[in-house]
């Protein structure tokens, strides 16, 4: 018979003697077992005590988190987090160097631990530590550690930022404007300044006098990915928090062709593959360069501004050299008409009307004229090309123009925030000053083209943009590194190609459409989905590294899962790294019977996204949520690092509970094996029979072996 639900069986040390096996009643008081502990090794005061995890992060047990232990855990006595605050502030002000080193190491880890945080908060240890940095008697590992309580006890958010004081920013800020300092004090400095920037809008304009954008320039050129990433972080949050009169003015500096070439050649082009953080902060810096466009994007042009109306002018002017205008007001204004016309926009009367929707209004235009004064032999060849021909297959370029642009900011998403777990950069936008605007150019070359190799008239035209929108968007999928590579990557996306990888990818439901070949994809299905079900275990029993939901902070906290070979128990367990292989069994502390397990929710029903409602929680970051709801009332939260593996996790889950797999992964995969078993067994038949049963199922599946394109 199984123990009763609120009974946990644990083992309880204590150092120096033999562990206690008890069953823990989850109904009593905790001080009423910790007394009992105490009894248990003749411990006396049992209110200086409590019990603490003996693996892991080894935080206290509170009332509130008891929920969480299970059987077989281990915890171990310990003296309470007060009890414990207090002697390390005590040895932490004490005049012996050991003892002071010593007491900064062990804060500088329970800190991490919300309740002895507040305990140590509550006896002003941050006024404390904050002193002893103002001090500056302070280096090295002492300092280190220091720093890393600070930051910790900070991260708890119990104590507003706004206390700080600006002899403390200073001294921070010059451990960052040292030029030799060491690494570890250099990434908790960065780290700090960040989080005050992001955290409070006073601090925001004393930190920004104290550390500017080229100060961190020469943290971006050390072979320290770690301290790369903190700076690059730094910078994100200054460029965020900026006020509008500022932001444009920290976007020149950024476009500098110095600090770019530096990010290109020693960050992204470095010697060590790009980390996660790494790439999520490029990912943000790139999407707060491209937000500095949206003004532009959702200004309406004024048609009766006429400065604005110069630039159309201009374009014309360029396009069709207006040196000898006609002199006459009414000759003049049917000449123009009959320009504006030849330039493609709508309204060949005033052209001004066309650029007074938003999106994306007056970022059109700024990207036309940037095409035709840089590259005036491109864009006047565009012109009259099209202009010149008779056959109703000219491409207008003004009405494409301007819906190339809208289309590149809905790829782009500009506008938009960064999306929290987002690692989408592409490296080729910081290879070029004016990134944004060259790839303009090269999409509207790229549409020209299309346009023609469509044979296109204007009843096409939002056939035309579709195809453009889905050749770039398999273009920047490809993760081209540098502009040259895109345009050889679009050059092979012709039309012709984007029609037979429309083809190929509809080849299952398109093809074999014949009521035999259709029962005989029926007749094929078991088999298959019993394949894809067996991949989907395999990879669970491999198992996954998962990053902790909510870490803000630059070090990343892991967490594994795997399922066990016999498919009957989910271990897991937190990670100091992310792991190279394979995480034995033996590493992950935790575990949950799949028999337990009553249900896999996604998205916005997990739990931990209903928690975080209060917090800006993303669109990409929902997608890739997914939740274990197992008995009595527990969960097990996760956020994919990616699509590919929320779509393996999810449909293994399901596979495991029995239910079905419906992931688009699942669906993709299930569409390709089965074209394919087909394909192999009609290229020995004349004359399309029908097995009589179904093929049997393989008695090794896990055997078969096939790969994904899964974007």
């Known amino acids: 018979m199984p123990p009763p639900a609120d009974i946990v069986k644990v083992a309880i040390e204590w150092p120096g003697a033999n562990a206690q096996l008890i069953e823990m009643d989850q109904k009593r008081p905790l001080t009423s077992i910790i007394r009992e502990v105490c009894d248990g090794w003749s411990l006396s005061g049992s209110e200086q005590f409590a019990l603490r995890y003996a693996d892991g992060p080894q935080l206290y047990i509170t009332e509130q988190s008891r929920s969480e232990i299970k059987n077989g855990t281990i915890l171990r006595l310990a003296v309470s987090p007060g009890r414990a605050a207090r002697q390390l502030l005590e040895r932490i002000q004490s005049h012996g160097i050991d003892a002071r080193l010593e007491a900064l190491k062990e804060l500088a880890k329970l800190s991490a631990d919300p309740t002895f945080a507040a305990e140590f908060i509550n006896m002003e240890g941050i006024g404390t530590l904050a002193r002893l940095v103002e001090s500056g008697t302070h280096f090295g590992e002492m300092l280190a550690f220091t720093l890393t309580a600070f930051l910790e006890l900070m991260d708890h958010g119990i104590v507003s930022w706004d206390l700080i004081s600006l002899s403390f920013i200073k001294q921070i800020a010059g451990y960052v404007n040292q030029p030799m300092v060491d690494v570890s004090i250099l990434q908790r400095s960065l780290a700090i300044l960040e989080s005050m920037v992001l955290n409070s809008h006073s601090l925001y304009h004393r930190v920004a006098q104290e550390i500017t954008v080229g100060q961190l320039i020469g943290h971006l050129q050390v072979s320290n990915q770690e301290i790369q990433t903190y700076a690059i972080a730094l910078i994100n949050a200054l460029f965020l928090k900026a006020p509008e009169d500022r932001r444009q003015e920290m976007a020149s500096t950024l476009a500098q062709k110095h600090l770019r070439s530096i990010i290109l050649n020693h960050v992204i082009r470095g010697n060590r593959p790009i980390k996660a953080e790494m790439a999520h902060q490029l990912y943000v810096l790139q999407v707060l360069t ?133 690692n989408d950069y592409h490296p080729m936008f910081f290879t070029h000053d004016r990134a944004w605007e060259e790839f303009f150019c090269i999409c509207i070359q790229l549409l020209n083209k299309t346009w023609k190799e469509m044979r296109a008239t204007s009843e096409d035209f939002n056939k035309v943009m579709q195809v453009v929108r889905e050749q770039i968007t398999r273009a920047l999928a490809m993760k081209p590194s540098s502009l040259d590579q895109l345009k050889n990557k679009l050059r092979g996306l012709s039309y012709s190609e984007i029609l037979r990888l429309r083809q190929s990818e509809r080849m299952s439901q398109d093809d074999f459409q014949s009521p035999p070949i259709i029962e005989l994809r029926e007749r094929i299905q078991p088999e298959i989905l019993e394949l894809i079900k067996q991949q989907r275990l395999n990879r669970l029993c491999e198992g996954s590294c998962f990053r902790k939901v909510g870490n803000r902070r630059r070090q990343e906290k892991f967490w594994f899962c795997r399922l066990s070979l016999n498919h009957k128990v989910l271990h897991y367990g937190d990670l100091d790294e992310s792991p190279q292989g394979e995480v034995p069994f033996e590493m992950l502390s935790d575990k949950i019977p799949v028999s337990d397990i009553k249900s896999v929710v996604t998205g916005k029903d997990c739990p931990h996204m209903k928690e975080k409602s209060a917090l800006k929680q993303n669109k990409e970051v929902l997608e890739l949520a997914f939740s274990v709801l197992y008995d009595p009332d527990e969960t097990l939260n996760f956020v994919a690092p990616n699509k590919y593996e929320y779509c393996i996790w999810t449909d293994g889950l399901c596979a495991l509970l029995g239910r079905e797999m419906s992931s688009d992964l699942t669906r993709s995969d299930l569409d390709t094996l089965i074209s394919m078993e087909m394909k192999l067994r009609l290229l020995d038949l004349e004359n399309i029979t029908i097995p009589e049963a179904p093929p049997p199922v393989p008695k090794e599946p896990s055997s078969y072996n096939f790969t994904y394109n899964y974007s």
């Open 290 to 422: 491209f937000n500095l466009l949206e003004e532009r994007m959702m200004t309406k042009m004024d048609p009766n501004d006429q400065t604005q109306r110069d630039v159309i002018f201009e374009l014309r002017r360029i396009a069709f050299d207006g040196e000898n205008d006609p002199t006459g007001t009414e000759k003049r204004k049917a000449l123009y008409a009959k320009d504006y016309k030849m330039l493609g926009f709508t309204n060949h009367v005033n052209p001004a009307m066309d650029f007074t929707q938003t999106p994306p209004g007056m970022l059109a235009l700024d990207n036309m004229l940037y095409l035709a004064k840089v590259h005036q032999d491109t864009y006047i060849r565009i012109v009259l090309e099209n202009s010149s021909r008779e056959d109703k297959h000219e491409c207008p370029f003004g009405r494409c123009a301007i819906d190339l642009t809208r289309i590149l900011c809905e790829i782009l998403q500009v506008g938009e925030l960064p999306n929290e777990g987002c």
